[in-house]
């Protein structure tokens, strides 16, 4: 699919078919992934990637935004570590373009996903509880989650902001 094709059709799943989607295509979104740009070449991300269904009904409980994830057949978790880029916002922000990478690829290749956040410095708790269930360490971050699967609905249309209420040329 085209670049810009792409990333303007991308838009949040959050239902799914009962259709497995293959290990090689998790594999080409975690590539796509790491293929982001990142603050001084730190490359900070790991992922954690889950198909176990307990597991799952665990993640979708970590808010109350989140029900929807334990019947995508793949939950990503994409995470960073602190070890490789402790300088915050820049390692958030190195994550999230590769998380998005992610949910651009995801759409290229005809599955659904949505970004489901983990990291919300108002309530640490709900990282915590993520860390607890996936076992990650201590210096390893988890940012966000992305449910992936073939999309069983199709999301009403957006009304997206005027581009001319928000650019400024030259000058605020
Ligand atoms: C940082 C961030 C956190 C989000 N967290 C959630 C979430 O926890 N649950 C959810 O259903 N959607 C979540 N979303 C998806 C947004 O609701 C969605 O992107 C927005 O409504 C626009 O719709 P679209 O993605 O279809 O364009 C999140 C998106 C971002 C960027």
């Known amino acids: 699919m085209d670049t810009i094709k792409c990333l ?3 838009r949040s799943i959050r239902t799914y078919l009962e259709k497995d989607v293959p290990d090689k295509l998790i594999t080409e979104l975690i590539d796509c992934a790491i293929h ?4 001084c070449n730190t490359q900070p991300w790991e992922f954690i990637i889950i198909r176990n269904k307990e597991t799952k009904e665990k993640l ?3 808010h109350r935004w989140c029900s929807f994830i334990k019947d995508a057949p793949v939950v990503i978790v994409v995470c960073f570590d ?3 880029l402790n300088l915050s916002p820049s390692n958030i922000a190195t994550t999230s373009v590769a998380a998005e990478n992610i949910l ?3 759409n290229s290749l005809g599955l659904g996903t949505c970004w489901v956040y983990i990291k919300d410095y108002n309530e640490p708790e709900i990282e915590q509880k993520v860390k607890n269930t996936l076992s990650i360490p201590e210096h390893i ?3 966000c989650m992305i449910p992936v699967g ?3 609905s199709k999301p009403t249309s957006k009304k997206l902001t005027e581009i001319e209420e928000i650019i ?3 000058k605020w």
Request: proline share 8%; aromatic share 8%; glycine share 0%.
């Open 8 to 10: 303007k059709s991308r």
């Open 36 to 39: 982001a740009p990142s603050s």
């Open 60 to 62: 979708s409980e970590a």
């Open 82 to 84: 602190s070890n490789k």
């Open 104 to 106: 651009l690829a995801a």
């Open 141 to 143: 971050n988890a940012l």
């Open 150 to 152: 073939y999309p069983a």
């Open 168 to 170: 400024h040329f030259e």
